[in-house]
């Protein structure tokens, strides 16, 4: 698999993780309303052109919910930022995307999209596999609060409630 990180992006629980996003029957699925609304209210929140409810499929993120990138429904899990998402417990912060010594290979910060600010907070099942991210995207760098993480936190806790209704 293509990596351009330069770090690995393979967590240790990878077959348990895809086999709970699998067991959600959620990929390759129509928009949803209530994905949709989640994105298009952090984009608007944060005030970024970008937010994206994305899963991390085995070689690939797929997009749930897409503002700003309508015509792009997946990324190449080893150029997607969320593939960084389901490494860590916690939110996922890049404020300025340049400065960053793993994503200096990355194509979405060195190529024409010109990435320079990245957010992304884990979905997680109910039993704690993470298995996607909500995140915002810049080509600004900007700045990312302590309160701007825990709303953005809040907005993956409603999805992984949608996600726990389905």
Known sequence: MLN?????????NETERLARLHELQILDTPTEKSFANVAAMAAHMFNVPIALVSFVDSDRVWFKANVGM???????????LCSLV????????????TTEPCLLANPLVVGEFGL???AGAPIKTADGYTVG?????DKEPRDFSEADQRVLQHLAAI????IQNR
């Open 4 to 12: 351009t990180f330069g770090v690995p992006i393979i967590p240790d």
């Open 70 to 80: 309508e015509d792009t429904l997946e990324v190449n899990r080893g150029v997607s």
């Open 86 to 97: 389901v490494l860590n417990e916690d939110i996922t912060v890049f404020k300025n995307a």
């Open 116 to 118: 320079r600010f990245y």
């Open 133 to 137: 991210s909500i995140c915002v995207v």
């Open 159 to 162: 999805i992984e409630d949608e």
